[in-house]
């Protein structure tokens, strides 16, 4: 199937019933840090914490009334298990998430507040997943894969057609990469909307999985030692891939330190709480001067669920270099 901004415009209609547009603001000490003219998209400010509520919605409201009783079953870590356990229980239909056993305490109970079932098992995400395999087929339920599900895709997409609609004269959106949905997302509707305005990826250098399978122009493996849930994959996703091939005007690669400065600077510039991934696209335009300067630049504050070790983070002077924290398991991510 391939997805095109109609699907993103319908997934819209869907989005806006049960989640107001979130805010998309200017801070001058950020103008000021920066050098470009940066406006932040306030994903944060979801009722999960991150963008990707919006694609959990827009999938549980294409399945059948059937489908919805029979649930679904999928693997995560953190925010798109808050996702589509959230929409499950707005549309009040079973959830169960595949978790890794190392996964945070924290984000289990996240899950199984909005009604989830939680299982914990397995050293790996990938691990995880064949678990849900096995799961969906014994009960029947839809399995859901965070990264190869068009609805996802349309249902993230509807963030950058708010983006796009309040301001088309934009030169550039950057968009924190993990699987690539979001940043695929964006380029459809960046062509549709807004033709002059680059899209720009982001992902930690320390898992460059999706940078380096775009710059290679086939599906790659990479080793995934990042500390930024939501950007940690460890390969590229054919379906996002794809799409960001057509329409990707670059993708570039930051620190775990850079993108900790960066948190630091939303907390002071922008009162905002941003996890890792969520500053990532701010480190980008702070690290590359040369490219932003000068230019009215979006940035995607993907999601706010610091960790506790980021919180701590914050307090850190901007002139030391943060020592990265040592997750508890390795492979954190979507
Ligand atoms: C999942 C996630 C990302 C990465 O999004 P993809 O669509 O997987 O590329 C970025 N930031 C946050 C906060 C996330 O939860």
Known sequence: MELTFADIRAAHDVVRRHLPPTPLWGYPLLDRATGAAVLVKHENTQPIGAFKVRGGLTLLASMTAAER????????????????????????????????AGTDPAR????????????????????????????????????????????????????????????????AIVVPVGSGTGAAAACLAAAALAPGCAVIGVQSAA????????????????????AVAGLATGRGFALPQRLMRAGLADFLLVTDEEIG????????????????????????????????????????????NAVPAELADLAVPDASVATPASPASPAQMI
Do not use: K
């Open 69 to 100: 009783a029979r649930g679904t079953v999928t693997w995560s870590t953190g925010n798109h298990a808050q996702s589509v356990a959230y929409a499950s229980h707005r549309y009040d239909a079973p959830c169960t998430v595949v978790m890794p």
């Open 108 to 171: 289990a109970a996240a899950v199984e507040a909005w009604g989830a079932r939680a299982v914990l098992t397995g050293d790996s995400l990938d691990e995880a997943g064949r678990r849900a395999e096995r799961l969906a087929a014994q009960s029947g339920a839809r399995l859901v894969s965070p990264g190869d599900t068009p609805e996802l895709l349309a249902g993230v997409g509807t963030l950058y057609l708010e983006i796009l609609q309040a301001r088309p004269d934009l030169d």
């Open 207 to 226: 898992s460059p999985a999706a940078h380096d399978s775009w710059r290679a122009g086939e599906l790659l493996a990479r080793p995934n030692r990042t």
């Open 261 to 304: 400065a960066a948190r630091r600077l939303l907390a002071t510039a922008a009162h905002t709480l941003a996890e890792g991934a969520g500053a990532a696209a701010t480190a980008a335009v702070l690290s590359r001067p040369e490219l932003f300067a000068g230019r009215s630049v979006a940035v995607v504050c993907t999601g706010g």
